[in-house]
């Protein structure tokens, strides 16, 4: 199902039918991306309610899909409007890394996200992206904000 709400994403969006940890919380994840003890309901509910249907469930339960450039989950809705895919799509990646020219740090790039458990992707820099204006804008925000890396 390739997704139609106005991101710049070239992937498709994907089911999450798996589980895990959550690594901030350390919560036990389970199918379609929610609490491990409420995935069995979701999971009737989809099979039943939707028929198991990927659209009509994407409109109820956005996060319970991802997508398949960029590991971020369905339900990206914090004004961000971009894949951030580091080098690996058709037009230049919009994270603040690729922008400076930097690599993702090791303490993005390999958390073990359930969103993107199972993909293989790109740390960066995508060389097209670098821009010495958002740059210095990131750069400074960055130091502004604390944020190290």
């Known amino acids: 199902m390739r997704g ?3 991101t710049h994403h070239f992937g498709e969006l994907e089911l999450i039918t798996w589980g895990g940890r959550e690594p901030v919380s350390n919560e036990e994840i389970g199918w379609g991306n929610c609490v491990a003890s409420e995935s069995a309901a979701l999971k009737k509910q989809y099979e039943e309610q939707f028929e198991s249907d990927d659209a009509r469930m994407y409109r109820y339960w956005p996060q319970g899909f991802r997508w398949t450039c960029c590991g971020n989950d ?3 809705r914090l004004g961000v409007r971009q894949c951030d895919h580091h ?3 058709p037009d230049p990646c919009q994270c603040d890394f690729c922008h400076m020219g930097k690599s993702l740090p090791d303490s993005i ?3 073990e996200k359930i969103e993107s458990r199972g993909l293989s992707l790109s740390g960066g820099p995508d060389v097209h992206s670098f821009n010495p204006c958002k ?3 990131a750069d400074s925000m ?3 904000f ?3 890396e």
Do not use: E, P
């Open 4 to 6: 139609r709400d106005g």
């Open 74 to 76: 369905g339900d990206q």
């Open 87 to 89: 080098d690996t799509g």
């Open 109 to 111: 790039y390999r958390k």
């Open 135 to 137: 740059a210095a804008i």
């Open 142 to 144: 960055r130091a502004l």
């Open 146 to 148: 604390g944020m190290t």
